[in-house]
């Protein structure tokens, strides 16, 4: 029998929502709403294969196609790794899968990312950083990059073809 997300994550030492006061103003973890999406939030501490996994494993009743799921995933993870690198504050991720389509809002506290448009083309050749947004829009049927007083969120979605 499979385990559900949140017995992974306590197994796998990953903080839910439940345990993440960044996470709180989520939907709850787990829960499914009305219009039948259902949300998992997860806090951004460090542990990325912790997110891979748990990620991987929400995606599951979506039977995406392998590449698609694994294009998804690496770009939620890169986002995440953004967020260490760069906020240096922490984030919070959100993923919803429903509706055909999944989604993941990648958020930070110190709101650094201000350019909507970044990641819209490759950065110089040689460049060894500044692949990060470009490859994700490479790798999803959608990007959005959003700034506000809260911080800064990048929004993947992958439909489901």
């Known amino acids: 029998m499979s385990k559900s997300p949140v017995a992974e994550a306590a197994r796998e030492g990953v903080r839910t929502a439940q345990e993440s006061p960044e996470a709180a103003q989520a939907p709850p973890e787990g829960e499914t709403a009305a219009d039948g999406v259902r949300t998992l939030s997860l806090p951004i501490a460090g542990d990325l294969a912790g997110i891979r996994r748990l990620a991987r494993r ?8 392998e590449m698609r ?3 998804f995933i690496l770009a939620v993870s890169e986002a995440a790794n953004n967020v260490l690198d760069h ?20 958020s930070d506290r110190a709101g650094l990312l201000t350019d909507a448009e970044a990641g819209m083309v490759p950065p110089p050749v040689g460049s060894r950083r500044g692949y990060g947004l470009w490859l994700m829009r490479q790798m999803c ?3 959005e990059i959003l700034h506000d007083p809260a911080g800064s969120t990048i929004r993947l979605t992958i439909l489901r073809a």
């Open 69 to 71: 799921e694994k294009n």
């Open 87 to 106: 906020a240096g504050t922490g984030g919070t991720i959100i993923l919803r899968r429903g509706a055909g389509r999944v989604v993941a809002e990648i």
């Open 58 to 65: 929400f995606l599951e009743p979506e039977a995406l196609d």
């Open 141 to 143: 049927d959608g990007v």
